[in-house]
């Protein structure tokens, strides 16, 4: 028959969806590698958090523009200049939204990707 949708999919659309997170126990190597793979397969970025025993896995969907948007970031930029890029995106919304992943900060008022950012690319 059918093969249904692998739970981590579930999880990870589900998180997606709602801006939740993926909670699995720090130790389960297992999950973790089982939630990496499936959201390479769903093109999705992964930001982790630790806290005590658990990490909070927080899927992203990233299209091409934000992914030329986080590939800018590498260097630090002021909004003008990355306005002047014309990426087709609503720029302030996005960097508020990668500001509340944790994925970018401004920094010497000049955005810039956070370590997370860095990982996640």
Known sequence: GKRGI???TQKLTEALNTGGVVQIMVTD???????????????L?????????FLYIKPIALDGEQKRLLLLLREPRT???LKAKG???HLKDTLSQLAGSGLAHILRDKWVLTEKGMDAL
Not at 29 to 43: C, E, R
Not at 45 to 53: M, P
């Open 6 to 8: 692998s739970i981590y």
């Open 29 to 43: 190597a297992y999950m973790k590698h089982q939630i990496k793979s499936t959201a390479k397969k769903l093109g």
């Open 45 to 53: 970025k992964l930001v982790y958090a630790l806290a005590d025993d």
């Open 79 to 81: 909004e003008n200049e």
């Open 87 to 89: 990426l087709e995106l």
